[in-house]
């Protein structure tokens, strides 16, 4: 499709697990964005990469989080010993450029849930 | 420190009625300024954008404004339909002359038509 694509759509693992969340952006876009959505929570910026750097990593919570984004492309946000307060809608998007004239394009989100 | 702040934070509304979305911001300098729309377990979709010297956009039954001056914006959606049940989220970009900036999301007001 030419949407920004999430694996997977939905997430259940026991605390202390290790979690890899999937992100394939659209075709083109240098710019990729992963966020973290709580329940009736406004959007909680983690991470930025332009191209495969990351100028922008100061939402990561914790060392438990990071990520990585290969080839311009995929990215992959990894979660390490998971807590329950890590559940949440964990989204991504991508766009253009990172200079916010252009619209970021989101994907639908993994939904995660820690017991 | 940047901030959006929307209001109210949730609505109901009759189908067919109008309604209006309020967004205050502190981010300056200024770039631009999004309107995204969120239905319930999906990525937020961008609806307007509208630049420093923009003063109504329009899109659909979807008419953003923008006072720079005073630094406040209004979503107003007309003649409402069931499917404009969502939330609506206002984003802000600062001006990115040095580059890459973070935008600042607001936390959203979630619209709920009604029969």
């Known amino acids: 499709g030419a949407g920004v694509s999430q694996s997977p759509s939905n997430k259940v693992t026991e605390k202390g697990k290790d979690v890899e969340l999937r992100c394939d952006p659209i075709s083109g876009h240098t710019a990729l964005y992963w966020y973290r959505q709580s329940l009736g929570q406004g959007l909680e910026f983690l991470i930025y990469?332009?191209?495969?750097?990351?100028?922008?990593k100061s939402g990561l919570p914790s060392d438990r989080f990071s990520a990585e984004r290969t080839g311009g492309s995929v990215s992959t946000l990894t979660i390490q010993r998971t807590q329950q307060e890590d559940s949440a809608v964990y989204l991504c998007?991508?766009?253009?450029?990172?200079?916010?004239?252009?619209?970021?394009?989101f994907g639908d989100g993994t939904r995660l849930s820690i017991l | 420190k940047n901030q959006v702040e929307q209001s109210p934070q949730s609505l109901i509304i009759l189908e067919g009625k109008n309604c209006t979305l309020q967004c205050n911001y502190t981010v300056s300098p200024f770039s631009n300024l999004r309107w995204y729309k969120q239905d319930t377990g999906r990525g937020p979709v961008s609806l307007t954008i509208?630049?420093?010297?923009?003063n109504t956009k329009s899109n659909g039954r979807y008419t953003a404004t923008l006072d720079a001056d005073t630094k406040q914006s209004s979503l107003h959606i007309t003649a409402s339909q069931l499917s404009d049940s969502a939330s609506y989220i206002c984003?802000?970009?600062?001006?990115?002359?040095?580059?890459?900036?973070?935008?600042?999301f607001g936390t959203g007001t979630k619209l709920q038509v009604i029969p």
């Open positions: 990469f332009q191209g495969n750097s990351a100028p922008d």
């Open positions: 998007a991508s766009s253009r450029g990172g200079q916010g004239r252009q619209p970021q394009h």
């Open positions: 509208m630049t420093f010297s923009e």
């Open positions: 984003v802000v970009s600062p001006d990115n002359s040095g580059g890459y900036q973070k935008v600042t």
